[in-house]
């Protein structure tokens, strides 16, 4: 049973405009939560997290928000750059992050020139 | 920044063999690393922890006798996978942390059991 998901396997944005990807949860023992860059055959690349202390952090083009109520955060990525294309992994961990990571399946982003 | 390095990168075996998968954290000491695996498309998988001087605590599902984990020092954890079978054949992923929720991944390793 995934307790991290990713519903949308893949997204197209165009050059620019603003990424959004979405991860809901199920274990609400979760309480704290990242997001990781991927490319294949490599190791994932921390870009944010937040603590379930918190509903917005921001990091430079990067904004991640958690609503606590619906056990679901996002991802928002503004403006889009080519480069940020790649797949993109919500993970979340329980105990403010002793525990190890269980992530969703990722969602695939494109960006289009 | 905090540097997770693994060894090997990609590896091919036979059935019936056994590699080991080194993971070390270059800059600095992490008593805790966890060991993934990935299916192609799939989602990265927590298959255990490792704690330097004790047992490591596996995932439900995953055979401890067969995914051998040892974190002698606080830099280096290594995974041996015993008597690999083509089934085995996954990207394996290791992750350090550092301090309380500080996650760094290694690059990971492709093992092929052919």
């Known amino acids: 049973d995934q307790q991290v998901k990713q519903n949308s396997p893949s997204l197209s944005v165009q050059e620019g405009r603003i990424s959004i990807l979405n991860c809901d949860y199920t274990?609400?023992?979760?309480?704290?939560f990242l997001w990781y860059k991927k490319y294949p055959a490599e190791g994932p690349t921390f870009l944010i997290s937040i603590s379930s202390i918190k509903d917005k952090n921001e990091d430079g083009r990067f904004t991640v928000f958690l609503n606590k109520s619906a056990k679901h955060l996002s991802l928002h990525i503004v403006p889009s750059q080519p480069g940020d294309s790649a797949v993109y992994f919500c993970?979340?961990?329980?105990?403010?992050?002793?525990?190890?990571?269980?992530f969703g399946k990722g969602t695939h982003l494109i960006i289009q020139p | 920044g905090a540097v997770v390095s693994q060894h090997p990168s990609w590896v091919i075996c036979k059935s019936g063999t056994s590699v080991k998968i080194e993971c070390r954290s270059l800059?600095?000491?992490?008593?805790?690393m966890f060991w993934y695996r990935q299916f192609p498309k799939q989602s990265l998988m927590l298959m255990a922890t490792s704690n330097e001087g004790s047992k490591a605590t596996y995932e439900q599902g995953v055979e401890k006798d067969k995914f051998l984990i040892n974190h002698a020092s606080l830099t280096l954890s290594t995974l041996t996978v015993t008597s690999a079978h083509p089934e085995d054949s996954s990207f394996y992923i290791c992750?350090?942390?550092?301090?309380?929720?500080?996650?760094?991944f290694g690059s990971g390793t492709r093992l092929t059991v052919v």
């Open positions: 993970a979340a961990s329980a105990q403010g992050g002793a525990d190890g990571l269980t």
């Open positions: 274990n609400s023992m979760f309480d704290y």
């Open positions: 992750s350090a942390r550092r301090g309380l929720a500080g996650y760094t």
């Open positions: 800059d600095f000491q992490a008593t805790t």
